[in-house]
């Protein structure tokens, strides 16, 4: 399963997020059964695109940053996922970034072995929690920006096993 893409569209700087769309765009809104029918059918590097994106692309704020990481990490477990395909692209400073998130969410919401309801709110009644997830978002939000470009340049030294031109 590879994305199609125009000529043009090799060079551009979402062309990571190009190989993935359509799989993701594919399992919008269903159920995690399909989701995990789509993931099963990629190979390594568009199993890491995968989860990447299904997580970044929900990080537009500070507030969906701090709600995603807590869902992927307690919720769906697939934070493990997500760092193991940073992994795979080589991106160790990205694995520590997550590592450092993962932390934040488990140090604010587990108890002893059980999680507390993560809610959207937690950000604004605890200024301590607020200002770590502050300090990781902007380190994410630049930590993801040269992963990007990382992800993209394998991919062009590797087109025939992510993508197809028109």
Not at 55 to 67: D, I
């Amino acid at each position: 399963m590879k994305a199609r893409l125009r000529p043009e569209d090799i060079y551009s700087k979402q062309l990571s997020w190009l190989c993935i769309e359509p799989m993701l765009v594919s399992v919008r809104g269903r159920d995690m059964a399909a989701k995990t029918e789509i993931y099963r059918q990629l190979h390594e590097g568009q199993q890491a695109l995968f989860l990447f994106y299904s997580y970044h692309n929900h990080t537009k704020s500070l507030t969906e940053f701090y709600w995603f990481s807590a869902y992927n990490i307690i919720e769906i477990k697939s934070w493990n996922g997500i760092k193991n395909g940073m992994r795979f692209f080589h991106l160790d400073e990205m694995v520590n970034v997550l590592d450092q998130i993962e932390c934040l969410i488990t140090d604010h919401n587990r108890v002893d072995e059980t999680w507390r309801e993560v809610l959207a709110t937690d950000l604004e009644k605890d200024p301590i929690l607020l200002q770590r997830t502050e300090a990781l978002y902007a380190t994410y939000q630049t930590v993801a920006e040269k992963a990007i470009t990382h992800m993209n340049e394998m991919i062009l030294q590797n087109q025939e096993m992510y993508l197809e031109i028109d």
